[in-house]
């Protein structure tokens, strides 16, 4: 199966990871652009970029997929499926229409609970005594596609947004 995989932070190495080491044939990872960080404002490669190039997989990073361009390129990979972890932009229609199985999201939340943008935070700050992850058919819609599957983890008090969070990736990486 071939698989385009679209990311940016750590949350979405050990999927990736694990599509990789279970012999799906991962044919380009889409992350965001560098980004200037410290002092000297260097660029800083995204953690899914940096883990990409480590498995020797080629990158894009497209400033927007609006573009036709961007569209075409992705259209040229023949993805059956793509798979989306926090990636950071959303995805229009032309790209969801691309592959043949569609796009599957990994949310860090039990959907269709902290829908949107920062939801491991939102599960804390609400006092919630746990949380997962949730594994969706993407649509139009921010969060709003069929959910696939879901597991979930209790929060411990000693749970931080960051420690949280590097569980709810491993565990998607095992619902995959």
């Not at 970029?49 to 990979?77: H, N």
């Not at 691309?98 to 959907?111: A, M, V």
């Not at 069929?146 to 491993?170: E, M, N, V, W």
Request: net charge positive.
């Amino acid at each position: 199966m071939r698989v385009v995989f679209m990311g940016t932070p750590e949350f979405a190495v050990p999927p990736l990871e694990y599509l990789i080491l279970n012999q799906y044939q991962v044919v380009t990872v889409y992350t965001r652009q560098d980004k200037p960080a410290g002092r000297g404002r260097s660029l800083v490669a995204p953690p899914l970029k940096r883990a990409a190039l480590t498995w020797k997989l080629p990158v894009v990073q497209p400033v927007s997929l609006k573009r036709p361009e961007v569209v075409a390129q992705l259209a040229g990979f023949h993805p059956d499926v793509i798979v989306v972890a926090a990636f950071g932009q959303i995805l229009p229609q032309s790209v969801l229409d691309i592959p043949s199985y569609g796009c599957i999201n990994i949310h860090p939340s039990l959907l269709p609970r902290f829908r949107g943008v920062s939801p491991v935070a939102a599960a804390i700050l609400a006092g919630d005594e746990f949380t997962g992850v949730s594994l969706m058919l993407m649509d139009s819609g921010l969060d709003t596609g069929p959910i696939l599957t879901r597991a979930q983890i209790s929060i411990s008090a000693q749970d931080t947004t960051g420690s949280l969070t590097a569980k709810l990736s491993l565990m998607a990486a095992q619902l995959l």
